[in-house]
């Protein structure tokens, strides 16, 4: 009988999903979407550097929606991967997110 209600207690933490909350699943989302559309733009066609530039002040706006549960250091670390991910591909959109990192 106990290792019944043992076996069923693991096996209703283990279907929860993890240690996310709902805000923190809808927040990895949100930046699981602004980073495959960004990752799709980056090429060498310099016809998508307008619309990386837009996405890059899309990604800015939710880092800024999402500053407070993430952190200074990981609000820095991700907009320097990112700048990092599109410097070869739109130099000009680097600029705004070493403005917003020197923020943090």
Do not use: H, W
């Amino acid at each position: 009988m106990t290792v019944g209600v043992l076996l069923l207690a693991a096996a209703l933490v283990a279907g929860c999903g993890g240690n996310g909350s709902a805000a923190r699943n809808t927040m990895d989302v949100k930046f699981d979407q602004i980073d495959y559309e960004m990752g799709n733009m980056e090429n060498l066609n310099s016809a998508f550097s307008s619309e990386l530039a837009k996405a890059t002040q899309r990604y800015i706006a939710l880092i800024r929606e999402y500053a407070d549960m993430l952190g200074p250091a990981e609000v820095k670390r991700r907009l320097t991967q990112k700048e990092d991910e599109v410097a070869p591909y739109c130099l000009p959109c680097t600029a705004p997110l070493a403005d917003e990192a020197k923020k943090y």
